[in-house]
């Protein structure tokens, strides 16, 4: 599968889409899909993206053709849309503020609430809306969260990619006079101007990060009792480890964020870049903040808002529409033998099944053979090229027929059994009934979602099971 992924940042743009389209290639990575990740931007981009292959060159005036393509633009215009959505199997637009009437596709927005963006319904266009889509990097998808402390003894400056209106000094002079006993750690990009001013408020109590990995992001957020950040990605980050934060707004596209963050609560908004009194409502942020339950608080609200796997939730239902629209349902073939077999003896189908053991290659033949010629089985596929997503079996010995399916294993997690049951419940006019071990809490809880409702418990070949039935 072709997927490209086109964003832009460095310098003049910020590093907040370049940051957020990373943890999405890194998402279909997660799937073993490698993406090609352009950037229009500069060199600067390198220092976030130093584990990826990326292209940076200015692709506002290029045409991709690919199964799929997600943009994160502020600089395209509809009309470069309009070409993707023409030109792609499927379009996926990362949008902030309903910037766009987005052409056929799925539209991505994962912000905290979205509700009076003014997203209207319509046919060819697939929301994922909210906070279960902010997408993070890896090393956030299963984070270890803060431990709150009795008192504030670490704080963190982190002003994002370029410290653009050059508030980290003027912060960290502050705090060394006001908190001279405080620890602070400072993170310094690549992309600072004002790396000797900052170094020239280092003292006993300051330590100074520059360039880091994510890695050590993580470590210098995890290590500090309060952070004082800008109100961009960063601030997703913070929210899924749980640091306390103190926001300031750096530029005009954030305030609907800020607004966002405020009305949840885990932000203590000290206002904007260029407000008169900003160091004094910093001051009275922290002190507020020195009470443990009032951070304890804000970090419940931090670690409930951003669980951290928002890409995989992108990317998961960025696929799952993809197969929808490109496979094919139909009867097995003669040729679908092997590829049967390999599913048949994967590892969690087998546990899944009354009879656990492998199948031998032979007895699979002849078992298969037979199928083609049962007039009592209806056997189908899910097919996408030259690949089999999944099975799905109709026996029709009992009063009702009996359903059965599987999906090959780099197909789930998808969502693709939805799908695949779906269309093999159009086939049936009437009742249907699966059979289900006790122990399978998964599949149990799956066809449950079906509609599919216990009538009964069963033993099958030595198996305590359950027989569930719908229609």
Aim: glycine content about 6%.
């Amino acid at each position: 599968m072709e997927v490209v992924i086109l964003t832009e940042g460095g310098k003049d743009y910020g590093y907040g889409h370049v940051a957020r389209c990373s943890s999405i290639h890194q998402a279909f990575e997660h799937y073993n899909i490698s993406p090609k990740f352009i950037v229009n931007g500069d060199e600067s981009i390198k220092s976030i993206v130093s584990d990826m292959n990326v292209e940076i060159i200015d692709w506002l005036s290029d045409t991709f053709n690919a199964e799929i393509v997600l943009i994160d633009s502020y600089l395209a215009d509809l009309t470069f849309y309009e070409e993707i959505s023409k030109n792609s199997s499927l379009g996926v637009y990362v949008d902030d503020n309903n910037r766009l009437n987005y052409p056929k596709g799925i539209v991505v927005n994962g912000t905290l609430d979205t509700s009076d963006m003014g997203y209207l319904e319509r046919d060819e266009i697939t929301y994922l809306l909210g906070n279960e889509f902010i997408p993070l990097r890896k090393d956030f998808w299963n984070i270890q969260k803060l431990k709150i402390n009795d008192s504030i003894e670490n704080i963190l400056i982190t002003m994002g990619g370029n410290d653009l209106r050059n508030l980290t000094p003027k912060i960290l002079e502050f705090l060394n006079d006001n908190f001279p006993k405080v620890n602070k750690k400072v993170i310094i990009a690549d992309s600072f101007k004002n790396t000797k001013e900052i170094e020239s408020l280092k003292n006993e109590h300051v330590e100074l990060i520059y360039s880091p990995n994510s890695d050590e992001i993580i470590n210098a957020m995890s290590s500090v009792d309060l952070a004082i950040s800008a109100s961009g990605q960063t601030l997703y980050e913070l929210a899924c480890i749980g640091v306390p934060t103190v926001a300031i707004g750096i530029i005009d596209n954030q305030k609907n964020n800020i607004k966002n963050w405020v009305n949840q609560g885990f932000i203590e908004y000290a206002g904007c870049w260029n407000d008169d009194n900003l160091l004094k409502n910093i001051l009275g942020r922290i002190n507020y903040l020195q009470d443990k339950k009032i951070r304890f608080d804000k970090r419940l609200l931090g670690i409930r808002a951003v669980n951290g796997k928002g890409s995989l939730n992108i990317v998961k239902n960025i696929l799952k529409e993809f197969y929808k629209n490109n496979s094919t349902f139909r009867p097995i073939q003669k040729e679908d033998c092997l590829k049967i077999f390999e599913i048949a003896n994967d590892d969690e189908v087998r546990r899944s099944s009354f009879n656990s053991e492998k199948i031998p290659l032979e007895d699979h033949k002849n078992w298969f053979k037979n199928i083609l010629n049962d007039d009592s089985v209806k056997f189908y596929v899910l097919e996408y090229e030259d690949d089999l997503i999944g099975q799905l079996r109709l026996d029709f010995d009992e009063k009702y027929p009996v359903i059965s399916i599987s999906l090959n294993k780099k197909y789930r997690g998808l969502g693709l059994s939805k799908i695949l049951l779906s269309k093999g419940l159009e086939l049936i006019d009437g009742k249907v009934i699966a059979y289900i071990k006790k122990e399978n809490i998964r599949s149990i809880s799956f066809f449950k979602s079906m509609g599919f409702k216990k009538e009964c418990d069963v033993v099958i070949k030595n198996c305590d099971a359950l027989k569930f039935i719908k229609g």
